[in-house]
């Protein structure tokens, strides 16, 4: 049997959550996963969960039921992988505090919109390894972040954009 990875979407439309989860879908087909793509988070309750290999969450500022929360969590806690990107899996569930403690991180803000800042590479992880440093524009994420995870990247905010 295959690799298996469900991709679940919805919440804020701005993250074009559809579209993302289909190129998402191709990337993971592209390297042997068999994919299965739901719309909203009903799919999280499943019996069968933890049988699949990865969980991949494509929803901003959405809700999810506790049960479906709690069976994801011990999915994940069993072993099946859990990734995402952006403010797609940072953003997925603001209210949750068992979701931001099992990604290890939460999306707070990005002060100042769209901006000029510098991405700095702090780690020598095979994922990042040659890449170096570089300006970007876009949205600076400002997380918390668990100490305990391995933080590949860094950005850091000088404060002007605050507005309290």
Known sequence: MGKTALIFWGGWEGHTPARSA???SEMLAGHGFDVRIEQ???ALADPQLSAIDLIVPVVTMSTIEKPELQNLVAAVRGGTGL????????DSFRNEPDYHFMTGGQWVAHPGDII??????????PIVRGIDGFAYRSE???MQVDPSNEVLATTTFGGEHLDF
């Open 83 to 90: 990734a995402g990107f952006h403010g797609t899996m940072g």
């Open 140 to 142: 600076q994420y400002y």
């Open 116 to 125: 000029d800042y510098r991405v700095d590479i702090t780690s020598d992880d």
């Open 40 to 42: 909203g988070t009903s």
């Open 22 to 24: 289909a190129v998402v």
